[in-house]
């Protein structure tokens, strides 16, 4: 029941972060969203998202894993079921913006949660199923999200999303209580945040994870944020929801692979940064080749599964590196503050790819410009690769 619940709230997370990506196109036609708006819709729910994370996370500590788990999944159905009925720019923005409050009760529960279930000894192995949910999630966003869109409405991925988060609201009130001696005592003040935001060194180490970490998520989105909408609209304009929704779908089974076999990566050095810099600086050479095929399914198939493939061994080398940084009495201020800095990324790029989509449709802005920032969060990993190397 543990690993079921947890691994369908991560992917909730993931599918929540992916889903509106793949639909934007059709809510665009559907509501009358300009590109400016639909970016603004990509862009609200990380905007939110980032302050509920800094605000939510001692409340969680002290009150217990599991009623904000529940709190969060019950809170995001309701969000879902009105996202699904609105009919302007503005309600969807709003929708979104108000899922960001809930969705973090989610997201910062997940792997505390693990903690407080299972085991010492099976915790790694446990956290490596859910962290499984992440591919699973894209894979299933991308493609169905275009298949349904395009065939029934784009409103179905959201209500199916919605049947998600009710079944984790109704496993997670099946599990025990978080234990107290999992909860934190200290009441919460100001003091408190401070010591969450500072908690750890920001070494020089620790410097170029968050800003390798905050890159990796801004080139992601440069370049995922408005590609469907390109290949829907332009890229393989003509032929239909069903083989665009093929390729996506086979494009993310590169990043299902990707995470599959990062495990191995990893173990070919105990801080497996370096290599993670050798993947992010590949990536970005498929990355900027994509505009170059045009209108081969074939061609992009392939582009976006290498794409996908990259993006997905570098999150799990990264996270997987980070926690190797830092004393492991500070492993949860620095994650708290990756989540700040993914969603900053989130936001930057999103923002970013819709004004470089209007301004160079043919999308080649969007992927140099992905393609750069891939290369600058490479660069400041590969820093700490060398330093481990060389007996950091």
């Known amino acids: 029941m543990v690993v079921m619940v947890l691994w369908a709230a991560f992917f909730a997370i993931n599918f929540n972060i992916a889903m509106m990506i793949p639909l ?10 300009s590109t400016t708006q639909a970016g603004a819709v990509l862009a609200v729910f990380p905007i939110v998202a980032l302050v509920s994370n800094l605000a939510l996370g001692p409340w969680i500590d002290r009150f217990g894993r599991k009623r904000f788990l529940v709190t969060g999944a019950c809170g995001c159905t309701v969000l879902f079921l009105l996202t699904a009925m609105a009919g302007s720019a503005g309600a969807l923005m709003l929708c979104r913006a108000a899922v960001g409050v809930f969705m973090p009760m989610i997201g910062a529960t997940v792997f505390a949660a ?22 699973a999630a894209f894979l299933l966003a991308m493609s169905l999200g275009v298949l349904l869109a395009g065939y029934v409405t784009w409103q179905v991925p959201v209500l199916l999303i919605a049947g998600v988060t009710a079944g984790i609201a109704m496993g997670a009130a099946r599990l025990p209580a978080t234990p107290m001696a999992a909860r934190s005592g200290e009441a919460v003040t100001l003091a408190t945040y401070r010591r969450r935001v500072l908690a750890f060194s920001m070494g020089a180490s620790t410097r170029r994870l968050l800003l390798g970490f905050g890159g990796w998520a801004m080139a992601m989105f440069v370049f995922l944020g408005m590609y469907p909408a390109w290949v829907i609209q332009h890229g393989l304009a003509g032929r239909g929801p069903g083989v665009i929704s093929g390729m996506l779908f086979v494009g993310e089974v590169g990043g299902l692979v ?53 993006r997905d061994v570098m999150l799990a080398l990264i996270l997987g590196g980070a926690m190797a940084l830092v004393a ?5 201020s620095l994650n708290a503050m990756m989540n700040v800095v993914y969603q900053c990324g989130a936001t930057a790029g ?20 992905s393609g750069a920032v891939f290369v600058v969060a490479a660069w400041s990993v590969w820093g700490i690769g060398r330093g481990d190397r060389s007996g950091g």
């Not at 050798?278 to 074939?298: K, M, R, Y």
């Not at 492991?328 to 949860?332: A, F, K």
């Not at 999103?350 to 410009?369: E, Q, T």
């Open 24 to 33: 934007l196109p059709f809510v665009q036609e559907a509501i009358g969203l």
């Open 114 to 135: 693990v903690a407080d279930y299972v085991p010492e000894g099976d915790r790694a192995r446990v956290s490596g199923y859910v962290t499984t949910a992440a591919p």
């Open 258 to 310: 990707g995470a599959l076999l990062a495990g191995r990566l990893a173990r070919l050095h105990p801080r497996p940064l370096g290599s993670c810099a050798l993947v992010g600086w590949a990536t970005a050479c498929v990355v900027v080749a994509v505009p170059l095929g045009g209108e081969s399914v074939v061609f992009q198939a392939v582009a976006y599964a290498g794409y996908a493939f990259g």
């Open 328 to 332: 492991p009495g500070e492993r949860g």
């Open 350 to 369: 999103a923002m970013g790819s819709a004004v470089l989509y209007a301004a160079r449709p043919d999308f080649v802005a969007n992927a140099v410009v």
